[in-house]
């Protein structure tokens, strides 16, 4: 008997292998990108590669910011977090293709009256339980591809989420640089507001000046001491966001912001030389949508599995004794099959449920590929017109400050008023902070560019990671605490 129950053991299990998977078999859907990009790609510069692109901002103050941010990220270590929940998940669903054994034993003593008095007796028992769900039409298996396409879809996410907090610092210093150079022009303009309100009250006080002209400068200045403090205001703003992206006490960062100079930093420039389908694959968050639509695609077999009868096998051994009786072996073992009869539509109704999560995750990922051809288009649109106009700007604002230079000289013979001289005095400032302005956007172009292209990730990196990844994140542009 226990032979035969053995060979139908053995006979299931090789129909085991013969069982088909319902549902449909998952194909990457083609993108539709444009085949090539409608704005001017930038071609100045050389070529460089996006994976260690901060280095060579040649700024090690921002070098070290990238670092220290990725090393105490709480953004980081919530996707983190999401991939170990994902890769638990994987495991759990896996391991119902494998049979369940439990073990149990017990002894008993208790004292019972035999014959003239009372003894003490001893029971004893052991036992095994098998159970195992045949996956006869690859529910389990269906579950399985749609947990590691989800695994893989959060590894995904860990990596844009890599990408946005760099270029996020990044964007973050360029605009506090950026703030210190204009608060630099305010400060440097009130060295000569100053002198000439001081120059203009002691004419006026002579009755050389008419009070009008008095009332003039002093405006002047003091709008010019208001917009100072407005920009200081905006750069106190940005170390605060700064402290919050790294991490860092802010006296610590301020003492990092001193060490690092005034000017901008200067990014290597890089090509965008591939078809736009090619660089959109680069990008992880739309690889994280294309997972999450696999997913949605293995669902659909899983809820199909359910409308199909279900076989499993469960057993038993049990041994037991007693100071009564002599050991007693006992033993159990058969299939039990399940077919779904009437269920007033709830299977049927799954199946629907995930051929509609299939079409949502599909309208999702379509967004995405859109969303993402626009952010590169708008990034080579805005670095394009930025580095057009920065040169436009040089030049005006060197011409501004010569015709002020040149009013100034004017005012101070006599030859001119001091209406002219504020106006001109107005016209090279504000030039030069449009100048100034633009440089910074030129960076912050670059650094959405890359952003907006994948930021050096590939493809390749959707490969299940393992824990010395996230552990040693500085050998790829950030580093665990």
Known sequence: ?????????????????????????????????????????PHGGSESSLADWWEQFDDPTLVNLVKVAAADSPSLDRAWANIESARANLASIRSGLAPSLDGGASITRSRQLQGDGLDTLTSRSAGFDASWELDLFGKVRRGAEAAQARLQARVGEWHEARVSLAAEVADTYVQYRGCRLLADAYEQEL???????????????????????????????????????????????????LVALTGQAETDLLAQLGEGGSELPRPAA????????????????????????????????????????????????????????????????????SIPLFDGGRRRAAVDSAEADYQSALAEWRQGVRNAVK???????????????????????????????????????GSASLLDLEDARRSALLAEIEYLGLLRNQVQYWIALYKAVGGGWTPDDLAMPSASLYRDRDAQGGARS
């Open 1 to 41: 008997m226990m032979q035969r129950g053995i060979g139908m053991v053995f006979i299931l299990s090789l129909g085991l292998s013969a069982c088909a998977t319902v549902g449909p078999d998952y194909r990457e859907p083609a993108m539709a990108a444009p085949l090539q990009w409608q704005a001017p790609t």
């Open 191 to 241: 060295v000569s507001m100053e002198k000439t309100a001081e120059i203009t009250a002691v004419s006026v006080r002579a009755g050389f000046t008419a009070p009008a002209d008095g009332s003039l400068s002093r405006a002047s200045l003091a709008s010019t001491q208001s917009s100072l403090r407005g920009q200081r205001v905006e750069c106190d703003l940005l170390v605060k966001a």
């Open 270 to 337: 890089f090509r965008i030389e591939a078809v736009p389908a090619d660089v959109l694959r680069q990008r992880p968050d739309v690889a994280a949508l294309e997972r999450e639509l696999a997913a949605a695609s293995a669902a659909i077999g899983a809820a199909q599995a359910d409308l199909y009868p279900s076989l499993s096998l469960s057993g038993s051994i049990a041994i037991s004794s007693s100071d009564l009786a002599s050991g007693a072996t006992t033993w159990s073992f058969g299939p039990a099959l």
């Open 375 to 413: 952010e590169v288009e708008q990034a080579l649109v805005n670095l394009e017109g930025a580095a057009f106009r920065s040169e436009r700007a040089e030049q005006a604002a060197r011409e501004y400050r010569a015709y002020f230079e040149a009013t100034e000289v004017q005012w101070r013979t």
